[in-house]
């Protein structure tokens, strides 16, 4: 399985940015997708994770309301839209994919990572 995610930058607060990540290797509908994040200093954090057919999301606490995921299956590609992003949103972020069919958590495939910084 290899990810790539891509659409990371430098933002200014309360601008939006949707990451991107691609993946292959294996039927990308038959598997769960998760972003994440990880600032300087800091433990990685979940943000949203999708079911394989797109049907079921969930989401971190600290973006709920703000950040939307989704997925083209067509296309393998697994989306994160933040809106309002806030300079405690710079981080690296992280597109992962389960190990196991279903709506699970055992994410065990990782994208590289993209870098989001926001200005204040």
């Known amino acids: 399985v290899q990810l790539q995610a891509y659409g990371g930058g430098l933002v200014q607060a309360g601008s939006s940015l949707r990451l991107s990540c691609v993946a292959s290797?294996?039927?990308?509908?038959?598997?769960?997708m998760g972003w994440f994040r990880q600032a300087p200093g800091k433990e990685r954090e979940f943000l949203a994770a999708?079911?394989?057919?797109?049907?079921?999301?969930y989401y971190g606490d600290s973006v709920k309301g703000r950040f939307t995921i989704s997925r083209d299956n067509a296309q393998n590609t697994v989306y994160l839209q933040m809106n309002s992003l806030q300079p405690e949103d710079t981080a690296v972020y992280y597109c992962?994919?389960?190990?196991?069919?279903?709506?699970?958590?055992?994410?065990?495939?990782w994208g590289q990572g993209t870098l989001v910084t926001v200005s204040s």
């Open positions: 290797g294996r039927t990308f509908s038959l598997y769960a």
């Open positions: 992962a994919q389960t190990s196991t069919k279903g709506f699970t958590a055992d994410f065990g495939s």
């Open positions: 999708i079911s394989g057919s797109g049907s079921r999301t």
